[in-house]
Protein backbone atom coordinates (compact mmCIF):
# COMPACT_ATOMS: atom_id res chain seq x y z
CA UNK A 1 0.00 0.00 0.00
CA UNK A 2 2.82 2.43 0.68
CA UNK A 3 3.74 2.84 -3.27
CA UNK A 4 0.49 3.78 -3.89
CA UNK A 5 0.90 6.98 -2.20
CA UNK A 6 3.73 7.18 -4.84
CA UNK A 7 1.55 6.40 -7.56
CA UNK A 8 -1.06 8.70 -6.95
CA UNK A 9 1.03 11.52 -6.49
CA UNK A 10 2.59 10.97 -9.41
CA UNK A 11 -0.27 10.80 -11.62
CA UNK A 12 -1.91 13.56 -10.16
CA UNK A 13 1.32 15.63 -11.73
CA UNK A 14 1.01 13.37 -14.33
CA UNK A 15 -2.82 14.33 -15.39
CA UNK A 16 -1.91 17.98 -14.77
CA UNK A 17 0.55 18.37 -17.55
CA UNK A 18 -1.94 16.92 -19.78
CA UNK A 19 -4.68 19.42 -18.75
CA UNK A 20 -5.55 22.32 -21.03
CA UNK A 21 -6.46 25.60 -20.71
CA UNK A 22 -9.45 26.18 -23.63
CA UNK A 23 -9.23 29.95 -22.76
CA UNK A 24 -5.03 29.89 -22.43
CA UNK A 25 -4.04 27.42 -25.19
CA UNK A 26 -0.31 28.59 -24.54
CA UNK A 27 -0.46 27.99 -20.57
CA UNK A 28 0.51 25.28 -18.56
CA UNK A 29 -1.35 24.28 -15.57
CA UNK A 30 0.99 23.46 -12.76
CA UNK A 31 0.90 21.96 -9.29
CA UNK A 32 2.88 21.02 -6.28
CA UNK A 33 2.31 17.74 -4.28
CA UNK A 34 3.10 17.00 -0.68
CA UNK A 35 3.02 13.57 1.42
CA UNK A 36 3.80 12.40 4.52
CA UNK A 37 3.01 8.80 6.12
CA UNK A 38 1.93 8.17 9.35
CA UNK A 39 -1.80 8.54 11.94
CA UNK A 40 -4.60 10.53 11.38
CA UNK A 41 -8.20 10.81 11.84
CA UNK A 42 -11.13 10.97 9.38
CA UNK A 43 -14.45 12.15 9.92
CA UNK A 44 -17.39 13.52 8.69
CA UNK A 45 -17.83 17.20 10.04
CA UNK A 46 -20.97 19.50 10.04
CA UNK A 47 -24.47 18.97 10.24
CA UNK A 48 -25.83 21.51 7.03
CA UNK A 49 -23.02 20.74 4.90
CA UNK A 50 -21.58 17.37 5.84
CA UNK A 51 -17.35 17.04 4.91
CA UNK A 52 -15.10 14.33 4.63
CA UNK A 53 -12.58 15.38 6.61
CA UNK A 54 -8.95 14.54 7.57
CA UNK A 55 -7.38 15.58 11.27
CA UNK A 56 -4.06 15.10 13.03
CA UNK A 57 0.43 15.97 12.56
CA UNK A 58 0.42 13.66 9.19
CA UNK A 59 -1.89 15.76 7.21
CA UNK A 60 -0.53 19.27 8.60
CA UNK A 61 3.05 17.97 7.86
CA UNK A 62 1.70 16.77 4.42
CA UNK A 63 0.18 20.16 3.81
CA UNK A 64 3.66 21.36 5.05
CA UNK A 65 5.09 19.63 2.36
CA UNK A 66 3.43 21.01 -0.46
CA UNK A 67 3.17 24.66 0.33
CA UNK A 68 7.47 24.57 0.82
CA UNK A 69 7.72 22.41 -2.47
CA UNK A 70 8.17 23.19 -6.07
CA UNK A 71 5.70 23.13 -9.00
CA UNK A 72 5.13 19.93 -11.04
CA UNK A 73 7.01 18.25 -8.09
CA UNK A 74 6.13 15.62 -5.26
CA UNK A 75 7.71 16.85 -1.99
CA UNK A 76 8.02 14.29 0.87
CA UNK A 77 9.06 14.20 4.07
CA UNK A 78 11.76 11.21 5.73
CA UNK A 79 9.34 9.35 6.89
CA UNK A 80 7.46 8.64 3.57
CA UNK A 81 11.36 8.23 1.82
CA UNK A 82 11.73 5.65 3.78
CA UNK A 83 8.89 3.54 3.04
CA UNK A 84 9.40 4.59 -0.79
CA UNK A 85 13.24 3.83 -1.08
CA UNK A 86 12.79 0.15 -1.14
CA UNK A 87 10.60 0.50 -4.09
CA UNK A 88 13.28 1.06 -6.88
CA UNK A 89 11.35 2.37 -9.79
CA UNK A 90 10.97 5.61 -8.25
CA UNK A 91 13.12 8.82 -9.27
CA UNK A 92 13.68 10.39 -5.85
CA UNK A 93 16.47 12.84 -5.09
CA UNK A 94 17.22 14.37 -2.16
CA UNK A 95 16.37 17.73 -1.80
CA UNK A 96 19.42 19.36 -0.24
CA UNK A 97 19.89 20.02 3.62
CA UNK A 98 17.24 20.78 5.61
CA UNK A 99 14.44 23.20 5.42
CA UNK A 100 12.61 24.57 8.23
CA UNK A 101 8.82 23.58 8.33
CA UNK A 102 6.64 25.55 10.45
CA UNK A 103 5.66 23.57 13.93
CA UNK A 104 7.68 20.66 12.89
CA UNK A 105 11.29 22.74 12.67
CA UNK A 106 14.36 21.09 10.80
CA UNK A 107 13.14 18.57 8.41
CA UNK A 108 15.13 16.61 5.37
CA UNK A 109 13.25 15.93 2.90
CA UNK A 110 13.14 14.52 -0.75
CA UNK A 111 11.63 14.99 -4.29
CA UNK A 112 10.11 12.12 -6.01
CA UNK A 113 10.02 13.11 -9.84
CA UNK A 114 8.96 10.61 -11.91
CA UNK A 115 9.78 6.46 -12.36
CA UNK A 116 13.20 5.29 -13.90
CA UNK A 117 13.34 3.73 -17.09
CA UNK A 118 13.18 0.42 -17.25
CA UNK A 119 12.10 -0.80 -13.46
CA UNK A 120 9.82 -2.83 -12.20
CA UNK A 121 6.62 -1.11 -10.44
CA UNK A 122 5.10 -2.26 -8.11
CA UNK A 123 1.53 -4.21 -8.43
CA UNK A 124 -1.55 -2.38 -6.81
CA UNK A 125 -4.51 -3.32 -6.11
CA UNK A 126 -6.88 -2.76 -8.29
CA UNK A 127 -11.00 -2.74 -7.23
CA UNK A 128 -13.58 -3.85 -9.55
CA UNK A 129 -16.62 -5.75 -9.86
CA UNK A 130 -15.86 -8.93 -7.60
CA UNK A 131 -17.39 -8.99 -4.74
CA UNK A 132 -15.17 -7.79 -1.59
CA UNK A 133 -14.77 -11.21 -0.13
CA UNK A 134 -13.22 -12.11 -3.03
CA UNK A 135 -10.88 -9.37 -3.32
CA UNK A 136 -7.44 -9.34 -1.52
CA UNK A 137 -7.88 -7.06 1.67
CA UNK A 138 -5.74 -3.77 1.11
CA UNK A 139 -4.42 -3.85 4.40
CA UNK A 140 -4.43 -7.68 5.06
CA UNK A 141 -6.75 -7.48 7.94
CA UNK A 142 -9.69 -8.95 8.39
CA UNK A 143 -13.06 -7.49 9.98
CA UNK A 144 -13.39 -7.13 13.61
CA UNK A 145 -14.71 -9.76 15.64
CA UNK A 146 -18.56 -9.40 15.77
CA UNK A 147 -18.60 -7.29 12.70
CA UNK A 148 -21.76 -7.47 10.72
CA UNK A 149 -22.24 -5.70 7.40
CA UNK A 150 -25.26 -3.85 7.10
CA UNK A 151 -28.74 -5.02 5.88
CA UNK A 152 -29.82 -4.35 2.24
CA UNK A 153 -33.08 -2.37 2.04
CA UNK A 154 -36.46 -3.79 2.16
CA UNK A 155 -38.94 -4.33 -0.22
CA UNK A 156 -39.96 -0.84 -0.33
CA UNK A 157 -36.48 0.81 -0.33
CA UNK A 158 -35.79 1.97 2.87
CA UNK A 159 -33.37 0.36 5.50
CA UNK A 160 -33.40 -0.78 8.58
CA UNK A 161 -32.75 2.35 10.19
CA UNK A 162 -35.48 4.68 8.06
CA UNK A 163 -38.32 2.99 10.01
CA UNK A 164 -40.30 5.93 11.61
CA UNK A 165 -40.86 5.28 14.97
CA UNK A 166 -44.50 5.68 16.18
CA UNK A 167 -44.89 7.79 19.30
CA UNK A 168 -48.32 5.80 20.42
CA UNK A 169 -46.64 4.01 23.06
CA UNK A 170 -44.88 6.96 24.47
CA UNK A 171 -48.16 9.21 24.47
CA UNK A 172 -49.89 6.37 26.02
CA UNK A 173 -47.72 6.04 28.67
CA UNK A 174 -46.83 9.67 29.40
CA UNK A 175 -50.99 10.56 29.50
CA UNK A 176 -51.37 7.24 31.07
CA UNK A 177 -53.76 6.19 28.53
CA UNK A 178 -53.14 2.65 28.18
CA UNK A 179 -56.43 1.88 27.41
CA UNK A 180 -57.68 4.59 25.14
CA UNK A 181 -56.74 5.31 21.62
CA UNK A 182 -54.77 8.09 20.31
Not at 20 to 37: F, N
Not at 99 to 127: H, N, W
Not at 129 to 138: A, Q, T
Not at 152 to 174: A, I, V, W, Y
Amino acid sequence: INAEYGEAALALIQGTSKFKVRHKPGYQLQIRVGIHSGPCCAGVVGKLMPRYCLFGDTINTASRMESNGQAMKVHMSQCTYDLLKDYECYNISERGGTIDVKGKGAMKTYFCEGFQDGKKRPQLVKSGSDPPESRPSVTGRHPPKGFKPLKSPDEDGRGPGDRKRSSEPLLKKLNGLEDSTV
